[in-house]
């Protein structure tokens, strides 16, 4: 956490999706998570890119490489640097108390290989910006 030190703001943002439907089996999962990873990353990348700082996405897999092809399994550098974020749990955040404590979100787990009622998608854009309205003009905090 000590590269986090540098950042005097944290911009912390939940998505919960619903699945359209019930007994939805968990091997359907990146129907519903990758479209809205992908456009959630592609804002942290611009967020990045105009105030600076550092962004945060989520856990699981990579979106960027075919499965079971990604270069670190090979202990090579990854192909995909500029596209790829950290997640939040790799700097020690406790994901579900942030849901639960922050946003009043309870995390909820699959069960018998079905999806749960709803996912959740944590990830932060830590700054130092003062202009959080300006933050929130470029298309992220409702």
Same mark, same amino acid.
């Given at each position: 956490? &000590? %590269?986090?030190?540098?950042?005097?703001?944290?911009?912390?943002? &939940? +998505?919960?999706?619903?699945?359209?439907?019930?007994?939805?089996?968990?091997?359907?999962?990146?129907? #519903?998570?990758?479209?809205?990873?992908?456009?959630? %990353?592609?804002?942290?990348?611009?967020?990045?890119? +105009?105030?600076?700082?550092?962004? #945060? &996405?989520? &856990?699981?897999?990579?979106?960027?490489?075919?499965?079971?092809?990604?270069?670190?399994?090979?202990?090579?550098?990854?192909?995909?640097?500029?596209?790829?974020?950290?997640?939040?749990?790799?700097?020690?955040?406790?994901?579900?108390?942030? +849901?639960?404590?922050?946003?009043?979100?309870?995390?909820?787990?699959?069960?018998?290989?079905?999806?749960? %009622?709803?996912?959740?998608?944590?990830?932060?854009?830590?700054?130092?910006?003062?202009?959080?309205? %300006?933050?929130?003009?470029?298309?992220?905090?409702?």
């Amino acid at each position: 956490m &000590a %590269e986090l030190r540098q950042y005097s703001r944290v911009l912390l943002l &939940a +998505t919960r999706i619903t699945p359209d439907g019930k007994e939805i089996p968990f091997s359907e999962v990146d129907r #519903f998570f990758r479209p809205e990873r992908l456009r959630i %990353e592609k804002k942290l990348r611009d967020m990045g890119k +105009t105030y600076g700082g550092k962004a #945060f &996405a989520y &856990a699981g897999s990579c979106l960027y490489c075919p499965e079971g092809t990604c270069s670190r399994l090979e202990n090579q550098p990854c192909r995909h640097p500029d596209l790829v974020r950290p997640s939040l749990e790799s700097y020690g955040f406790d994901i579900g108390r942030t +849901t639960s404590e922050l946003f009043g979100i309870e995390l909820l787990w699959g069960s018998n290989g079905f999806l749960p %009622e709803y996912l959740t998608l944590v990830c932060g854009f830590f700054h130092n910006h003062d202009g959080i309205e %300006e933050i929130r003009q470029f298309g992220y905090v409702s």
